[in-house]
T-cell receptor
Framework: EDQVTQSPEALRLQEGESSSLNCSYT??????LFWYRQDPGKGPEFLFT???AGEEKEKERLKATLTKKESFLHITAPKPEDSATYLC????????????FGQGTTLQVKP | NAGVTQTPKFRVLKTGQSMTLLCAQD?????MYWYRQDPGMGLRLIHY???????AKGEVPDGYNVSRLKKQNFLLGLESAAPSQTSVYFC?????????????FGPGTRLTVT
């Protein structure tokens, strides 16, 4: 069964304190892994798509990496505006068009 | 472009009542989805559609029905609401799955069933 697990569930950082969020996945064949950001009371907003192990993508203070079993979202020198819930999702080769989401990591960055 | 819009934004129902949630997109996307989001459980797929006139079951379809009569609209129906259907509902769309595309999400509908 395809499955996505994110850790930790919640993370509190001080402004400028770098850290990483983890997304572990089990899928029969990975077509792509997605990272989304979700602010309170809003719908998820797309951040990155990763396709193959070894791939990395960056956007401002965020960098996403992918291995054969997990993905990391690295946050460098975070700011309070980075506070949000970060969602990871996978699309399997056998289920094109459908995403399987993890439960999310809620990040709080204090000034 | 408005992107993906959802109507209504909030709704309170009594057990046994029915309602329809409307999702509309103006991006000419082929694929549309309905998810529910509950605390600690992430997003779970209810039903989806790969094109006008087609629908398919997702992970948690029981108690819901959908229709895609027009390409730009995807309706989610609750025939007899239950407290377990209290949740935040999100609609999403994507151009096609032939190539890997991000899903565009609406702002959500918060539904409470008492």
């Amino acid at each position: 069964e395809d499955q996505v697990t994110q850790s930790p569930e919640a993370l509190r950082l001080q402004e400028g304190e770098s850290s990483s969020l983890n997304c572990s996945y089990t899928v029969s064949g990975l077509r792509g892994l997605f990272w989304y950001r979700q602010d309170p009371g809003k719908g998820p907003e797309f951040l990155f798509t990763l396709y193959s192990a070894g791939e990395e993508k960056e956007k401002e203070r965020l960098k996403a990496t992918l291995t054969k079993k997990e993905s990391f979202l690295h946050i460098t020198a975070p700011k309070p505006e980075d506070s949000a819930t970060y969602l990871c999702a996978v699309q399997a080769v056998s289920n094109t068009g459908k995403l399987i989401f993890g439960q999310g990591t809620t990040l709080q960055v204090k000034p | 472009n408005a992107g993906v819009t959802q109507t209504p934004k909030f709704r309170v129902l009594k057990t046994g009542q029915s309602m329809t949630l409307l999702c509309a997109q103006d991006m000419n996307h082929e694929y549309m989805y309905w998810y529910r989001q509950d605390p600690g459980m992430g997003l779970r797929l209810i039903h989806y559609s790969v094109g006008e006139g087609t629908t398919a079951k997702g992970e948690v379809p029981d108690g819901y029905n959908v229709s895609r009569l027009k390409k730009q609209n995807f309706l989610l129906g609750l025939e007899s609401a239950a407290p377990s259907q209290t949740s935040v509902y999100f609609c999403a769309s994507t151009p096609t799955s032939a190539i890997l595309e991000e899903q565009y999400f609406g702002p959500g509908t918060r539904l409470t069933v008492t």
